[in-house]
């Protein structure tokens, strides 16, 4: 069992837990190292254990799955993590794997598929199904704006001018105009109603 992979589970329901490390326990190449049942046990067994692939479950309490997976990247950026989860929601997808998951399967996924992908993502692989790989491939596509445009879109959504904007947020007018037209280059769009409806 030296080359085993180290297996972490994180559940807050102990039967769900209990089973995936069943699961996992019976298999000739793998062995759970530790169990934990919120975001804050996590990040304590993942310290004291060091597995090679975590499977995390996002909605816990103390602390939820994404921060608990952004503490353990913080701490050691090549833990290799796989949400395991009931939710599917857009945002839930994109905030897990922006925190450094390497995989996402819903709870109800096939216990071959589980075992396929702890083993795929042990060996450096990313591991997601079709129908998740959709969701992050429509959100990579979207404009992404910097922190600054965002403020700037905020304001234009009140209606503001870009004097105004640039008053409120301490800038020059034309510091202003330039992030405008930087909105309206990444929304491949001509003025300011066409820039919001797109932002919505």
Do not use: W
């Not at 922006?98 to 075992?115: S, V």
């Not at 004097?163 to 105009?177: R, Y």
């Not at 909105?183 to 409806?197: M, P």
């Amino acid at each position: 069992m030296a080359t085993a992979i180290r297996v972490l589970c994180v559940d807050d329901h102990r039967l769900m837990r209990e089973g995936i490390s069943r699961i996992v326990g019976v298999q000739p190449d793998m062995t759970v190292v530790a169990e934990a049942s919120d975001g804050e046990e996590a990040v304590e067994q993942f310290l004291r254990c060091r597995p090679d692939v975590t499977l995390m479950d996002l909605e816990m309490p103390t602390m939820n799955g994404v921060q608990a997976i952004q503490t353990i990247r913080g701490r050691h950026p090549e833990a290799k993590i796989v949400v395991l989860t009931m939710y599917h929601g857009d945002e839930d997808i994109y905030r897990a794997v922006a925190a450094g998951a390497m995989g996402y399967l819903l709870k109800d996924t096939l216990p071959d598929d589980l075992i396929r992908v702890i083993r795929d993502v042990h060996a450096g692989q990313r591991a997601f199904p079709p129908e998740i790989a959709a969701v992050l491939e429509q959100r990579a596509s979207q404009p992404s704006l910097t922190f600054r445009e965002s403020q700037v879109l905020e304001l234009l959504a009140t209606g503001k001018r870009n004097k105004e904007i640039a008053a409120a947020l301490g800038i020059s007018g034309d510091t202003a105009s330039a992030h405008i037209k930087s909105i309206f280059l990444k929304f491949n769009v001509h003025d300011r109603t066409a820039a919001l409806a797109e932002a919505r």
